[in-house]
């Protein structure tokens, strides 16, 4: 069984654009550090760089999935 956890560096709605793109580009550039990977390596995590719009759509796709089970389950009655 293989089970990922999401890390992720979250801000308030609203900051504008121009510093989303300045702090995207600079996790993807941390991520690609050399020793940034050593210790990936060491504890056996496999990076995946995600920028905000893809980190939404992973949000809303998982809440999806969530939600759904929780309706099978039988969950989501009071």
């Known amino acids: 069984m293989v089970a990922t956890g999401p890390i992720a560096v979250i801000g308030p709605r609203g900051i504008p654009r121009p510093v989303v ?8 550039k941390a991520m690609e550090d050399a020793d940034f990977l050593a210790v990936m390596k060491k504890f056996d995590f496999t990076p995946a760089y995600l920028n905000s719009e893809g980190y939404g759509k992973l ?3 998982d809440s999806e999935k969530i939600r759904k089970l929780v309706k099978k389950l039988g969950l989501d009655k009071k």
């Open 21 to 28: 793109k300045t702090l995207e580009d600079a996790f993807q």
């Open 59 to 61: 949000v809303r796709e």
